[in-house]
């Protein structure tokens, strides 16, 4: 039975290491297909990181020199969440929620809860009018942008923002994924336009 767990884990690494980085790629250039303006500020950014960059290897910190792609990925982890109905936690201790009607209702430790993704991240109530809209110069909160560090290697979340979920049990590959993304982006936008 082991043997098929191990094989079961390995398909969720594959899965969670490929498609899921190659899903925020796809709708990032979509978004920006559709969106010429933003496009070209990025392509303008890119240009400028090669030039500094030139032909040395690329390095960690070397991330921290693209905000706007910052925004547009984080933006399309917004908009696009890989995970939209999100995740399953049990409670730790009893708790209530406000029901319809604004009735309390009990929820006893152990229950199972989902806590979906793709509604808050779409909410304008969280996030203007404009919620479902591609907007990468939105206001981003708190520590939804790193504290506008523009990059970093922890979990960018907030009460309204989880695209790797909430720690303690956010997503394994969520460094390795937010780095991959930097790095194909600033080699496809180096080369191409997507139209």
Known sequence: MAGYSNLGNAFIFAFAGHDTTGHTLTWLTYELAKNPGHQQRLVDEIDTFWEDVGDRELEFLDMKKLPFL???VMETLRLWPVVPNGTFRQLSYDDKI???GGKMIDLPKGTYVQVTTAGRHRSKELWGEDA???NPDREFEDDELWHDQVYAARNPHSRRFSPFTHTPRDCIGKNF???EMR???TQLFKNFTFE
């Open 183 to 185: 790095t194909i982006l």
């Open 70 to 72: 910052t925004r547009c």
């Open 177 to 179: 994924a937010q780095m």
């Open 98 to 100: 406000r029901g319809s």
């Open 132 to 134: 479902n809209e591609f």
